[in-house]
């Protein structure tokens, strides 16, 4: 086990509704990455916070935003959902931001728009 | 955009043989990493590899990193049904200052007892 929880494990939400989810990162870990899977694909990278500030972003729309709290825990929030966006979110921790830090992944989120 | 291409995108072996699984890059990375994922679970780090030529074991795993730092394998010795899953490689450009992983499409390993 990697120490790094996400909730909740599943969600169910309709086209245009908006959706938090939430990523603990693992003990001495300061940097929250996450991305998204769609199925039978490797995990795409949505963004990384790093002292609670976006540090990097993938090609993903504004529509998708994040937020890094003191504790490093982190959220991830979507507006306007789509059925594309049906997916799993998963949330990686590291310890700082480097381009050789090992990034630890939670179990996800399981979100299907209908 | 920058690129990582695996193959095998599907792999099924009778437990016994051996696997391979191919990583390439349209860019040179800084570092190149290998994650297992089980059916219905998520990417679990299997080990990271940052020199040109590199060449790491795991009991019967070895992994590669190509010379020009642009390729990857990861090759498991007499395959096993507790092998089964999907196969990551994930890089980071040379010239990222982010921690932006770029995950190939993975290969699937399917073992046949």
């Known amino acids: 086990e990697t120490g790094v929880t996400q909730s909740p494990t599943h969600l169910i939400k309709t086209r245009g509704q908006q959706v938090t989810l939430r990523c603990s990162s693992q003990?001495?870990?300061?940097?929250v990455s996450w991305y998204q899977q769609a199925l039978g694909q490797g995990p795409q990278f949505i963004f990384q916070?790093?002292?609670?500030?976006?540090?990097g972003r993938g090609n993903f729309p504004p529509r998708f935003s994040g937020l890094q709290f003191p504790n490093y825990s982190s959220e991830l929030n979507v507006n306007a959902l789509e059925l594309d966006d049906s997916a799993l979110y998963l949330c990686?921790?590291?310890?700082?931001?480097?381009?050789?830090?090992?990034?630890?992944f939670g179990p996800g989120t399981r979100l299907t728009v209908l | 955009g920058q690129q990582v291409m695996q193959i095998p995108q599907y792999q099924h072996v009778q437990e016994g043989e051996d696997f391979t699984t191919y990583c390439n890059s349209s860019?040179?990375?800084?570092?190149i990493q290998w994650y297992k994922q089980r059916p219905g679970g998520h990417p679990v780090f299997l080990i990271q590899?940052?020199?040109?030529?590199e060449v790491k074991k795991q009991k019967r795993l070895t992994f590669q990193f190509g010379e020009a730092k642009k390729n990857s394998s990861l090759h498991i010795t007499a395959t096993q049904t507790t092998d089964v899953g999907t196969y990551f490689c994930?890089?980071?450009?040379?010239?990222?200052?982010?921690?932006?992983?770029?995950f190939g499409q993975g290969t699937t390993l399917q073992v046949k007892p």
């Open positions: 990686a921790s590291s310890l700082y931001r480097s381009s050789t830090d090992t990034q630890y």
């Open positions: 003990s001495g870990h300061n940097t």
């Open positions: 916070y790093y002292r609670e500030e976006e540090n």
């Open positions: 860019t040179t990375l800084s570092n």
């Open positions: 590899l940052v020199k040109s030529g």
């Open positions: 994930a890089g980071r450009k040379s010239s990222s200052n982010t921690g932006k992983l770029i």
